[in-house]
């Protein structure tokens, strides 16, 4: 019998995928949570129905989510990831030889348990990493409790539903203005330029009431809404559109380069329409 799986990217729109096996599937105290083996997109994280990430084209929302902020900062040494319980984030934040203390905060220790296990090719790397420090914990409790303790914060964070809901408003925003540095910077992935239009808006507009800088950048990822992603930068000094001098890109990667970084912020003019 033929297995497929849909998500349900908006009441008039599915996308069905060819599924090979069903690798793990159980609910945790936050969400479902299901892996998927994939006949098109290889090894899939599923939460609560919504696709977090694929072996496809993993290496394109996490080289785009971390290195653009990273290198926008001159010497980011403390950085936190808030969520991106599948490892993706964490690895290339630890490629960055700078980082002295890479914070990790996750609500759910079972999505973080089930990609050690399932999708080990995202954290492998970090895991005997003594810069790593994984904290089972809400962000937004984290992010109340941190002053100026961070360079940079990537908010790889599920959908504005369930857990991740409060992770898209303003008092989130005004704590990862206190939790940062003088001249820190924080992005988050915002979803579909297409689908998602009023709460990108709604994002860019607290990010904006609270930072000097704010900018809109976008990726191609084909298993996302609509295949274009929106993630949003806050920064108090450095202007991200370009690295930061003094800095270079000294590792492989296979989405990111420095002409990608000053690209990406290239806007469609109905994209642009969102920021104004
Ligand atoms: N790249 C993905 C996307 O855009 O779909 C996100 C992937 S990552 C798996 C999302 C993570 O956010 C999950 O591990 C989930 O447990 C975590 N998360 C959701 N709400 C959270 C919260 N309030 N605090 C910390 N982590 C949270």
């Known amino acids: 019998m033929e297995l497929w799986v849909t998500e349900q990217q908006n009441d008039d729109v599915h996308f069905t995928i060819r599924v090979k096996k069903t690798l793990f599937t159980e609910k945790s105290e936050y969400q479902d949570i299901s892996v998927l083996e994939t006949e098109f997109f290889g090894k899939m994280l599923i939460l609560d129905g919504v696709i977090q990430t694929t072996t496809f084209d993993e290496f394109i929302y996490h080289e785009m989510i971390v290195h653009v902020p990273m290198f926008s900062h001159k010497d980011p040494k403390r950085v936190l990831v808030i969520g991106g319980g599948d490892g993706g984030s964490m690895r290339e934040v630890t490629r960055h030889h700078c980082v002295e203390i890479a914070q990790w905060v996750d609500i759910d220790a079972k999505v973080i348990e089930t990609c050690k296990e399932y999708l080990p090719e995202w954290s492998n790397s970090v895991k005997d990493n003594p810069v790593v420090h994984l904290k089972i914990e809400d962000g937004i409790k984290h992010m109340r409790e941190s002053q100026g303790l961070y360079d940079v914060i990537i908010v790889d964070c599920s959908d504005p539903v369930g857990p991740g809901e409060k992770l898209f408003m303003y008092d989130f925003y005004r704590d990862i203005h206190h939790a940062l540095n003088e001249d820190g910077l924080f992005v988050q992935q915002t979803e579909s330029p297409f689908y998602h239009r009023e709460l990108i808006r709604s ?74």
């Open 203 to 276: 994002v860019q507009k607290d990010v904006r009431s609270l930072f000097p800088i704010t900018r809109l950048y976008t990726a191609n990822i084909p298993t996302y809404p609509s295949g274009l992603h929106c993630f949003t930068i806050g920064s108090k000094k450095y202007d991200p559109s370009s690295l930061c001098a003094g800095r270079s890109l000294d590792f492989e990667t296979r989405c990111y380069t420095p002409e990608t970084h000053s690209a990406c912020f290239v806007l469609p003019k109905y994209v642009r329409e969102l920021t104004e």
